[in-house]
Each structure stands twice: as structure tokens, then as C-alpha cells.
């Protein structure tokens, strides 16, 4: 008896497909860093590449490997500062790696030649998150220094927006060192500065990584999640159900007392299966078709939720607290329990061994 993570591979191209249409002629870039968030790198990146994604995002050259040893030869772009330690590896596996000093753009161009390729990279700026890239002063020398290395395809540049209130001043940011990067002999024809937010948020140039909503996160734009499906599914079983003749405090702290002939489901999940613990007392689980409020403190392996009497659950019936549904819609969920999307998708992967529906038509893209 065991809480279930399942990912809808129907749901991510679904996604993939109405990102596409939203960003018009720009292209889709599917981030499957971080194992893919935790779902399952490589399920992740066939489904997404299936649907019309046209480069994969990685954050360290490790992961790239494991794409090419699964078979997929999409392009992959390294959103990161590619460590020099790094940059042998990337070459042999043809990852477009990111620079951000002339150091190790130095390095990568002698490592090229001596593999006989021409490396494709991207450059980094630093428009305000402070993570990684060249900040606008240090553009004109970096441009100047590395135009002329050999082996190297100065293919691209990039920054990462922090926020929505941010997003104005940091695009001029980049726009200017965009403008010197060019006047100081660096082409960087494609350029890729929208995330998931952002491209929300009004931008409207360059390639799109989307990477939570991939799996239906909208950001809290309401207008766009009827255009997307939660593609991951969180079920949990009955453990026990009670109906306690007396008040009952229930869980750690006693957030919560029961009233007598309440009827109270415990489900077989909680923190230490990833499930939020700040969605005690204001999140919801689907029940026999209802929904029912969580309350008192989530534990680390159950959590309680308050059925009312027109529901007869018993031991063995499924619960669902992530789905495609309303009220537990990926975005439902992490606004109940305050925090971003991506950190409730990544807590429930570290957790629960995820398994698929829906698989691509074609395994390896």
C-alpha cells in the first residue's frame, strides 16, 4: 500500500504542442535538466521532441550523456557556464556549451582542434539573476578576444530572467550586450532569453525553454491553463477511515480536532514521499470523485483529509492530490502550498518512483 507518481507522456506533447502555438515561428526548447525536473529525463525529452521541440536544455554535460547513450541526437544546449573540466566531454558528445570567459573559450577552441569538430557555443549574460554570464562591461574585451579562436561557432547568447517585475530592465541589459557582442565581431544569430514565465509575461523573442510547462504550469495565468493538461498524476491510497465518538486532535501540533461522527480518510502519503507539508490544512485530495480538505499536519507517511457524508470511502480506494482536475491541478496545488511549481514537481519526483502512460510513438527521437 503505496502512494503512485504517473506521468501522462500524452499530456507532455499535448503541452509541447500548445507552447508551439504560443510562441508562433519561434522555436520550443524542451529543459529536461535536473533528471527532467525528477520525472524521467529521457521519457521527458522523447515525448517533448515527438510534439515538435527542437533542442533539448541541460544543466551539466552529464545529463547530455545520458541523452546520447538513450539514443536521443536532438540538439542539446548547455544552460549553464560550461565548467573547462567539462568541456572535452561536451565536444565529444556535441552539446552546444555555454562561455563566459575567454579562458576557457580559449580551451574549447584547442580542444576542438585536437578532436577535429567544431564546437558550437552560446554566451552567457548576466542581466540581473547573478548565476552565471558576462556582465555589460566585460563584453567588449570577451568579444574581441574570442572572435578569431578557430574550432568554435559562436552560435548564439542567452540570459535568464529572475522575475516578472525584473523582466523589463534585464531585457535592455541583454539587448545592449547583445549590440556589442555583434559590434565587436560576435554574429550570436540565435538567442534564447524566455523560460516558461516569460514567455507568459510578454516576450516575444527568441527560442522558448519551457520547462515546468511541460508538465501544465501556467505560472498563474489563468487565461492560459485551459490550454494546458497536469501531466503528472499523485495517488495515494486508504489506509484507515474513523469516525471518532469524542474530539479528536489529529496529527503533529493538533492543528486540527476532528468533531465526533466526522468522518476522517487517512491517506498513505506525506512529506516523506514529497508530498508539501505546507499544504496541511490548505490543500485538497479527489475522493471517490469529491474533493476533500487535508487537515491537520501532513506527516511524514500519512496525511488526513475530511470526507463528508455523502462519500462512503473505504480502505483500498485511490485518492488522487495532483491531476488534471480542478482543485488539484499542478498550479492549484503549489499555490495552496505556497511555492513555485517546480518545487513541488521536483519534491514529489525525489520522492515516488515515477511510471508512464501515454509512451511516444517513436522511443528515441
Not at 559590434?183 to 525553454?209: F, K, Y
Not at 469529491?290 to 463528508?308: D, R, Y
Request: a negative charge; glycine letters at 10%.
Amino acid at each position: 500500500m503505496k502512494p503512485a507518481l504517473r506521468i501522462d507522456l500524452s499530456a507532455i506533447r499535448h503541452n509541447v504542442t500548445a507552447w508551439r502555438r504560443l510562441a508562433q515561428s519561434r522555436p520550443v526548447w524542451a529543459v529536461v535538466k535536473c533528471d527532467a525536473y525528477r520525472m524521467g529525463m529521457t521519457q521527458i525529452a522523447a515525448a517533448a521532441l515527438e510534439a515538435g521541440a527542437e533542442r533539448l536544455c541541460v544543466i551539466d554535460v552529464a545529463e547530455a550523456q545520458r541523452l546520447r547513450d538513450a539514443g536521443v541526437t536532438a540538439p542539446v544546449v548547455q544552460v549553464c557556464a560550461t565548467p573547462a573540466a567539462d568541456l572535452a566531454a561536451a565536444v565529444a558528445v556535441d552539446v552546444t556549451v555555454t562561455l563566459q570567459d575567454i579562458t576557457t573559450a580559449q580551451q574549447l577552441s584547442a580542444i576542438a582542434a585536437a578532436a577535429g569538430k567544431t564546437a558550437r557555443a552560446h554566451v552567457a549574460v548576466d542581466s540581473g539573476s547573478g548565476w552565471s554570464g558576462l556582465l555589460n562591461d566585460d563584453v567588449p574585451n570577451f568579444a574581441q578576444a574570442v572572435r578569431g579562436l578557430p574550432y568554435i561557432e559562436w552560435e548564439g547568447a542567452w540570459t535568464h530572467i529572475a522575475g516578472r517585475s525584473s523582466m523589463q530592465a534585464q531585457l535592455e541589459r541583454f539587448q545592449a550586450a547583445l549590440t556589442a557582442l555583434r559590434a565587436h565581431g560576435l554574429a550570436v544569430p540565435t538567442i534564447h532569453i524566455a523560460s516558461t514565465g516569460p514567455a507568459l509575461w510578454g516576450m516575444q523573442e527568441g527560442a522558448v525553454r519551457v520547462g515546468i510547462g511541460l508538465y501544465g504550469s501556467a505560472m498563474g495565468d489563468g487565461d492560459r491553463q485551459h490550454d494546458l493538461q497536469t501531466a503528472l498524476e499523485v495517488s495515494a491510497p486508504v489506509f484507515m477511515v474513523r469516525r471518532f465518538p469524542e474530539p479528536m486532535p489529529l496529527g503533529y501540533g493538533s492543528a486540527y480536532t476532528a468533531q465526533p461522527g466526522e468522518t476522517i480518510v487517512t491517506l498513505r502519503i506525506g512529506y516523506g514521499e514529497g508530498l508539501p507539508k505546507t499544504l496541511s490544512g490548505t490543500g485538497h485530495a479527489l475522493l471517490n470523485g469529491t474533493l476533500c480538505p487535508i487537515v491537520g499536519n501532513i506527516g511524514m507517511n500519512f496525511t488526513m483529509v475530511a470526507a463528508p457524508p455523502s462519500i462512503l470511502p473505504q480502505p483500498g480506494d485511490q485518492a488522487l492530490l495532483i491531476g488534471n482536475a480542478p482543485g488539484i491541478r499542478l498550479d492549484e496545488v503549489a499555490d495552496a502550498a505556497q511555492m513555485i511549481p517546480h518545487n513541488v514537481v521536483t519534491m514529489l519526483g525525489s520522492g515516488i518512483q515515477p511510471a508512464y502512460s501515454g509512451a511516444a510513438i517513436a522511443e528515441h527521437v
